[in-house]
C-alpha cells in the first residue's frame, strides 16, 4: 500500500479564495481524521470520521472549515473563505485496530500558505 | 513567522548513548498509545504503540514504558544514531482509534 496520501504537497493561495485538501486513507483503515499543526498550537485534531461517517467536529475552529468523507477511499478539507491565520500543515491519519494492534498512520501533509 | 510558539523540550544525546524520551497523559481510560517520530518537513511517522492492559512493549531497538498509576509512558531507544534526531509525540487513543496528541520533545543526536 502506498499508504495515505494526501494531495496537494503545497498550497499558496490568497485570503477570502476557497482551498480543498484532500486524503486518501489507507484501504482497509475505517477510521479518517484531519489534524492541523502549526508553531503555536502543535498537533490539533480538527475532525474525525469513522466508516465514513462524521464523528467529532468539534476541533473544526470556524464554519468556515468543512471536512467530507463521500466513500471509504477519499475525503476533504474545505476552507472557505481562507484567511492568513489558516495558514499551517495540515495532516490526513488513518487507522484501524486489529485484535492487539492499532495501526495509525499519517500523509505527509499539505503546507498550506494564505497571504 | 512566528515569535512566539511551542517550547518544546530538548534532549541532547550522544551518538551510541540510550535515549529515553517521557510522556505524561491526562485520561486514564485511553485504550492504547503511540509514539510517533516527525522529522522535518514530514508527517508523523509510527514508531510502537502499546495497549492500556500492559506495561511494556518492545520493537528494533524501542521500548515504551506505561505505568498506569502515574499516567506516564516513556520512549526508549537504545544505541541512538543521527537519524533518530527528530521531534517524538506521544498519543492517546480511544473510541473511534482517536488520537490526541502531546506537545512532543525534541530529541538532538550529537556525533
Known amino acids: 500500500d502506498a499508504g495515505v496520501i494526501q494531495s496537494p504537497r503545497h498550497e499558496v493561495t490568497e485570503m477570502g479564495q476557497e482551498v480543498t485538501l484532500r486524503c486518501k486513507p489507507i484501504?482497509?483503515?475505517?477510521?479518517l481524521f484531519w489534524y492541523r499543526q502549526t508553531m503555536m498550537r502543535g498537533l490539533e485534531l480538527l475532525i474525525y470520521?469513522?466508516?465514513?461517517?462524521?464523528?467529532?467536529d468539534s476541533g473544526m475552529p470556524e464554519d468556515r472549515f468543512s471536512a467530507k468523507m463521500p466513500n471509504a477511499s477519499f475525503s476533504t478539507l474545505k476552507i472557505q473563505p481562507s484567511e492568513p491565520r489558516d495558514s499551517a500543515v495540515y495532516f490526513c491519519?488513518?487507522?484501524?485496530?486489529?485484535?492487539?494492534?492499532?495501526?495509525?498512520?499519517f500523509g505527509q501533509g499539505t503546507r498550506l500558505t494564505v497571504v | 513567522g512566528e515569535s512566539v510558539g511551542l517550547h518544546l523540550p530538548t534532549l541532547s544525546v550522544q551518538e551510541g548513548d540510550n535515549s529515553i524520551i517521557n510522556c505524561a497523559y491526562s485520561?486514564?481510560?485511553?485504550?492504547?498509545f503511540i509514539w510517533y517520530k516527525q522529522e522535518s518537513g514530514k508527517g508523523p511517522q509510527f514508531i510502537i504503540d502499546?495497549?492500556?492492559?500492559?506495561d511494556k512493549r518492545q520493537g528494533q531497538r524501542v521500548t515504551v514504558l506505561l505505568n498506569k498509576t502515574v499516567k506516564h509512558l516513556s520512549l526508549q531507544i537504545a544505541a541512538t544514531q543521527p537519524g533518530d534526531s527528530a521531534v517524538y509525540f506521544c498519543?492517546?487513543?480511544?473510541?473511534?482509534?482517536?488520537?490526541?496528541f502531546g506537545a512532543g520533545t525534541r530529541l538532538a543526536v550529537h556525533p
Open positions: 502499546i495497549r492500556s492492559n500492559m
Open positions: 484501504s482497509g483503515h475505517n477510521s
Open positions: 498519543a492517546e487513543g480511544g473510541g473511534y482509534n482517536k488520537l490526541i
Open positions: 485520561n486514564s481510560a485511553s485504550d492504547y
Open positions: 470520521f469513522n466508516n465514513n461517517v462524521p464523528i467529532d
Open positions: 491519519a488513518s487507522t484501524t485496530t486489529t485484535g492487539t494492534n492499532t495501526e495509525a498512520f
